[in-house]
Structures are given as C-alpha cells and as structure tokens.
C-alpha cells in the first residue's frame, strides 16, 4: 500500500522566498546524505519522539513484505536528537521523491546543540497515511525488519545505521536501541548491513 505524497509536497510554499532552508533529519537522512547541502549540524526538535511504527514498501521493503522506518510521534517532552542540513530549495524535488510514501513537509524549530534556534523542515509520516504501520512490540518490530528487503537495501542495514549513527551523534533512544538489540538476538543472518555484510 502507498500513498504517493510528491505532489502535496510541491504545494508547501512555506520558505518559497528563502535562499536555504533547514531540513532536519532523524532516520535515513542522517547517515544517508545523498543530497548536496551547504552545511550540516547536529541538532534536535522537542514534542517528537521517534518510532518505527511507518512501513516502508518502497526502500526497505516490498508491498508484499513491508519493511518498517522511523517516523515522529507527538510526545509531549520527548527530545529528538538528529543532524541538520542547511539546502538549497532545488534540492526538495528530489528529498519529496526519496520520501514520497506518506511523508509530509512539516515547519518546525530546530535547535542547534550551541544553544542557537532557526525554523526549518522536518519530513513527517502522520498516523493518517497510508502506510502508517503504527506501535508494534519492539521484539516483533526487529522480527519484521529481519525479513524485510526493498531496492534501497535491507531494512537491518537502516536500523544498524540509524543506532550508530545516534551513538556517533552521543544521542540516547531507547526505542531504537532496544529494536538493534532484540534484531542482533535473532542472530547474524538477521543482522544484514548490505548484500552479504553482516553487522
Ligand atoms: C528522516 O530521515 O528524517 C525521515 C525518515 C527517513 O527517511 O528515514
């Protein structure tokens, strides 16, 4: 199941006027830049908290066998920590396809780990889409992304990504922290990090 959001995204007129914008990214976006940015910073956004509950039927996974990535839950105190790139507007045409299945251009504050503040982007999947998948058990969670595949890789290689790099960021989630941990208990041919690397 897919909802195809590229064109609602074209919509979003919100920082038209602005020579660069900030995107702020909590799941793929941190450790997989495949887009030209001006300049990156680790920063986090409150009131969101990160969850694997969005089925991937295009990257991580197939609309047979879906995958599961991150979205954002509001959660009144969470703090989610992320990395924040300063883009182009030119470079939205291909970030709204990349995050085509359910994901919404949403404005929020990003702030910066030196205390500073700007208004930027986040990509965020509501619980009213299609391919929301929504709360899972976290041991059920790994087992789906265990046996999940799709043209962007394995769905283990984007949690094991997505934990090391929040360790590398010093960032604390307990949610994907425990998913990493009960995916590696179902042993190495679970844990695919590319086509035939084991984590
Ligand atoms: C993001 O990384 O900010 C959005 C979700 C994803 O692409 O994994």
């Not at 006027?17 to 830049?33: E, N, Q, T």
């Not at 609309?63 to 920590?81: K, M, S």
């Not at 359910?102 to 889409?129: C, H, K, S, V, W």
Request: negative net charge; contains cysteine; charged residues 20%.
């Amino acid at each position: 199941m897919s909802v195809n959001t590229i064109a609602i995204n074209r919509q979003m007129s919100h920082f038209d006027d602005h020579a660069s914008v900030w995107l702020f990214g909590y799941g793929s976006i941190i450790f997989k830049a495949d887009f030209p940015y001006l300049e990156r910073r680790p920063a986090h956004i409150r009131g969101w908290a990160r969850r694997f509950w969005q089925a991937s039927h295009d990257h991580r996974g197939t609309p047979d066998a879906p995958g599961r990535v991150v979205t954002l839950i509001a959660q009144e105190g969470a703090v989610c920590a992320g990395m924040a790139y300063l883009i182009t507007p030119e470079v939205f045409a291909h970030l709204d396809h990349r995050e085509k299945n359910g994901y919404l251009r949403l404005a929020t504050p990003i702030m910066f780990e030196d205390g500073q503040q700007a208004e930027g982007l986040i990509y965020i999947a509501a619980e009213d889409n299609q391919a929301f998948a929504g709360p899972a058990g976290e041991p059920e969670i790994a087992r789906q992304i265990a046996g999940a595949a799709g043209p962007s890789g394995p769905n283990s290689e984007y949690l094991l990504k997505l934990a090391q790099a929040l360790r590398e960021l010093g960032a604390e989630d307990a949610h994907v922290f425990a998913i990493e941990r009960h995916l590696l208990q179902l042993g190495p041919a679970a844990a695919v990090l590319s086509s035939g690397q084991r984590a």
